[in-house]
């Protein structure tokens, strides 16, 4: 069986104009030979709304009734789209995630698909219906209906695609692919044809928010080959695969930014072992993410200045967890609240020597002042004044010759 996994995000389906666009997209696939699995999202908004009114109701909503709640979303957009193709005149239904069943595993709003039942559906593509199944939602072991954690519709299509054993798996969404950088920061940003699924990573956990980042994972560990393209347009979007299908590779695949991040420096902290464990042990605890962490070697083997990064509306909260913290000392504490955390990612990188010479080659020849720099294999990051943000990605874009997409 030709089968296909199409998925639709939010705005794809966001009003009832859109899903007839939805309609009239998995029936070209079908008359292309296809048999296409539909995973859809909510509308776009309904799932914001369900989750502003469980806080409404109690600050303490107990989360396996969130997920009931929150995935509701899902049931009316996948009816819509099956009305619309009983309309056209094509054989459709709708499979909540528990009648699949998609079974998942893990804490209520953020379960895992762990097992997917194909008995059901696979017979209903025999026959040549039309299966439309929710996304973001599953049923544990306790038959609790589960989900996925925001965006999770993305790792449902691409569990479809690994369970169905699907030739490819589409995410449709509102822009037409993966750029090189946010279009909307740098004109010049070109959309990049194909990715691997470790630069995608990179992508989508530096802030592209493309896909749910967790979602590329699985179709990485699972060897799922993904295009995103868009439900407005008719274009060739971006193909996520892995490495070796990539020809050509370019040193540097994509540039991507953060927007709210503040840095913190402790100076004058003692220089013991376990010291860098307690100042972050209380963050820990308190949920707050740590991102670059960098420690300098103290020069006299006593004392040591140690800066990391956090998300500026974490600042407050994480000074007083510092502040109140008796199991640290330090002489001073300082805070850079507008800082923007600029990375180059690129699998080329590995093999080629010199990149991180070129990056800071051409963040200096613009003045730009480097305040923290990691690295890992794949990319390479730097901490920036916010103000210089611009400047810094147009400077990267053309010293790695991003505009320049075959
Ligand atoms: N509707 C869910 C959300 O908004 C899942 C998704 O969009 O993928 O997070
Ligand atoms: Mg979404």
């Known amino acids: 069986m030709k089968i296909i996994v199409l998925k639709f995000g939010g705005t794809s389906v966001g009003t009832?104009?859109?899903?007839k666009k939805v309609a009239n997209i998995v029936v070209s696939y079908k008359k292309k030979g296809f048999k296409p699995i539909i995973v859809s999202s909510a509308m776009s908004g309904t799932t914001n709304d369900l989750i502003k009114k469980s806080r409404q109701i109690s600050n303490n909503f107990v989360p396996s009734?969130?997920?009931?709640?929150v995935s509701s979303g899902e049931q009316i957009s996948c009816s819509l789209i099956a009305g619309r193709l009983?309309?056209?005149?094509?054989?459709?239904?709708?499979?909540?995630?528990?009648?699949?069943p998609i079974l998942t595993e893990g804490m209520y709003g953020f379960s895992r698909i762990i097992n997917i039942n194909k008995k059901k559906i696979i017979n209903y593509l025999k026959s040549g219906g039309i299966p439309i199944i929710t996304g973001f939602q599953g049923i544990n072991n306790k038959t609790r209906i589960t989900t996925l954690g925001r965006g999770g519709s993305d790792a449902s299509a691409i569990m479809c695609a690994k369970f169905f054993k699907a030739q490819k798996c589409i995410i449709y969404t509102d822009v037409d692919g993966v750029y090189t950088t946010d279009p909307n920061k740098l004109k010049e940003a070109k959309k990049i044809k194909i990715i691997s699924y470790e630069e995608m990573l990179e992508m989508a956990s530096l802030g592209a928010k493309v896909m749910q980042p967790t979602s590329i994972q699985d179709a990485r560990l699972n060897r799922i080959d993904i295009e995103v393209k868009s439900s407005f347009i008719k274009r060739e979007g971006t193909k996520i695969t892995k490495r070796k299908n990539i020809l050509g590779n370019k040193v540097i695949r994509g540039i991507s930014f953060t927007k709210?991040?503040?840095?913190?420096?402790?100076?004058?902290v003692k220089d013991k072992p376990g010291i860098a464990a307690s100042?972050?042990?209380p963050l820990s605890k308190n949920a707050i993410n740590v991102d670059m962490v960098v420690q300098n070697i103290s020069a006299d083997g006593k004392e040591t200045d140690l800066t990391f990064t956090i998300k500026s509306d974490e600042l407050l909260k994480t000074q007083r967890l510092i502040s109140k913290n008796r199991k640290i000392s330090f002489k001073e504490l300082i805070v850079h609240k507008d800082v923007s955390k600029v990375s180059i990612i690129g699998v080329g990188m590995i093999a080629t020597p010199g990149v991180t010479y070129r990056m800071f080659q051409a963040l200096a020849?613009?003045?730009?002042?480097?305040?923290v720099i990691s690295t890992s294999e794949i990319k390479i990051s730097v901490l920036i004044k916010k103000k210089n943000t611009a400047k810094a990605i147009s400077a990267l874009h053309k010293e790695f010759e991003l505009d320049k997409q075959k």
Not at 365 to 371: F, V
């Open 279 to 281: 100042i972050f042990e």
């Open 16 to 19: 009832i104009d859109r899903i």
């Open 260 to 268: 709210n991040d503040a840095k913190i420096t402790l100076v004058g």
């Open 65 to 69: 009734e969130y997920d009931v709640l």
């Open 86 to 100: 009983n309309h056209l005149g094509y054989k459709s239904q709708s499979w909540m995630g528990w009648q699949v």
């Open 365 to 371: 020849k613009h003045n730009i002042n480097i305040l």
